[in-house]
């Protein structure tokens, strides 16, 4: 065999390898698109979950709700950033449970209030947490709004 055909052999089974490699990752691709949209659709229910609005346009009172909902859950308050309207608190009664919540507008008279718990450093997607949570910051949220002590 002389060295052209060599070439020619191996310039040869090189396209047949890469027309293999096309085809089976062209069979892959379907499984892929459904494993994104599985997420994508986790990720969406997780995140109605963890997000609740109120009627309220005052960033600073709702910060200050949250914070008092938190401690009121038994969270110490770790780290409180006006600014950025982020709240994180740690729950030690048993077990190490983080809760960082995020405050932000949402449109002229709402405020969204978003909270993501980790549970030994993992993210928490049961949804009791965040349902105690919110309950909690309702509760709040409407006894400050009718001024009751």
């Known amino acids: 065999m002389s ?9 040869c089974a090189g396209v047949m390898a890469l027309a293999l490699a096309l085809l089976s990752l062209g069979g ?23 997000t609740r609005s109120f009627d309220t346009s005052d960033r600073n009172l709702t910060i200050r709700t949250v914070i008092s909902s938190l401690q009121d859950l038994g ?10 309207g982020i709240i994180s608190g740690t729950k030690l009664s048993g077990y190490a449970m983080r809760m960082t919540v995020t ?3 949402r449109g002229k008279t709402q405020m969204a209030v978003r909270a993501s718990a980790q ?4 993210a928490v997607s049961d949804a009791e947490p965040y349902q105690q949570f919110f309950a909690a910051l309702s509760k709040a949220m409407f006894l400050t709004a009718n001024e009751v002590d």
């Not at 379907?30 to 997780?46: I, R």
């Open 75 to 84: 969270f110490v308050i770790d780290k409180a950033d006006e600014q950025l």
């Open 103 to 105: 405050v932000r507008p």
């Open 3 to 11: 060295m052209t055909d060599r070439r020619n052999l191996s310039v």
């Open 119 to 122: 549970y030994n450093l993992v």
């Open 28 to 50: 892959c691709q379907t499984d892929s698109k459904q494993q994104v949209m599985a997420v994508d659709k986790s990720q969406v229910e997780l995140r109605a979950i963890q």
